[in-house]
Structure formats: structure tokens, C-alpha cells
Nanobody
Framework: QVQLVESGGGSVQAGGSLRLSCAASSYTYNRHCMAWFRQAPGKEREGVAA???????RYADSVKGRFTIAQNNAKNTVYLLMNSLKPEGTAMYYCLAAPGGAVLAGGDCAGERGYWGQGTQVTVSS
């Protein structure tokens, strides 16, 4: 069974940086899309960044130029490097794996949702 485990969340001051990791176990799909979503209290879950098996990436407008998504296929791990963090970035961050999917504008994946991680909390103080 596929499991996604996120790590790297924490508390940081505005302007700071964090790197999130999402490690996928038992994940053997050749073609896939993986994405980071976030959900703030009282708000809907929103796409932040996505990457597919070809290395194509897409980002939400709110994080373009500050966040970078990358993957290490040998380790089945996806990363989200977040720079210049803002207080509005405070949220629970979730990893999504969509087998056979492709990236969509806004940092999402097309196709079946597939698998979600349990989330990692990011808190940005002003």
C-alpha cells in the first residue's frame, strides 16, 4: 500500500525559509504527478506546486518566484523549498500523489487523486 510521509514543517518568522519533504513508499508508477497542497483554518485546501514524472512544474500565483518543487526519483521523494515565507502561508501542508497524472496550472494534478499524506504544519509569524 502506498504511503506518503511529509516532514520539514515548523515555525519560522516572515521572510524565512523551510524545506518540506514527502517520501513515498511502495510507489512504483512510472508516470505520475505529485503536488503540494495547503489548508489554512477555515479555508479550502488549495494547490501550491506540482511536478510530473517528466519534470514539468506548475505553481500557484501566490508562491511563484518564492517556492520551488523538486523530486528525487531514486528516493521516491518530493521536496518543496519555501523562501520568503509570509504569514498567510501558515497552513497544514499536504503531499498528493496522482498516478498517471499531469501537472495543471495553479499547482495541481490532473486525473485521479490517488494518495494523500498526513500533513505537516507550517507556521509563519510576522
Amino acid at each position: 500500500q502506498v504511503q506518503l510521509v511529509e516532514s520539514g514543517g515548523g515555525s519560522v518568522q516572515a521572510g524565512g525559509s523551510l524545506r518540506l519533504s514527502c517520501a513515498a513508499s511502495s510507489y512504483t508508477y512510472n508516470r505520475h504527478c505529485m503536488a503540494w497542497f495547503r489548508q489554512a483554518p477555515g479555508k479550502e485546501r488549495e494547490g501550491v506546486a506540482a511536478i510530473d514524472s517528466d519534470g514539468s512544474t506548475r505553481y500557484a500565483d501566490s508562491v511563484k518566484g518564492r517556492f520551488t518543487i523538486a523530486q528525487n526519483n531514486a528516493k521516491n521523494t518530493v521536496y518543496l523549498l519555501m523562501n520568503s515565507l509570509k504569514p498567510e502561508g501558515t497552513a497544514m501542508y499536504y503531499c498528493l500523489a496522482a498516478p498517471g497524472g499531469a501537472v495543471l496550472a495553479g499547482g495541481d494534478c490532473a486525473g485521479e487523486r490517488g494518495y494523500w499524506g498526513q500533513g505537516t504544519q507550517v507556521t509563519v509569524s510576522s
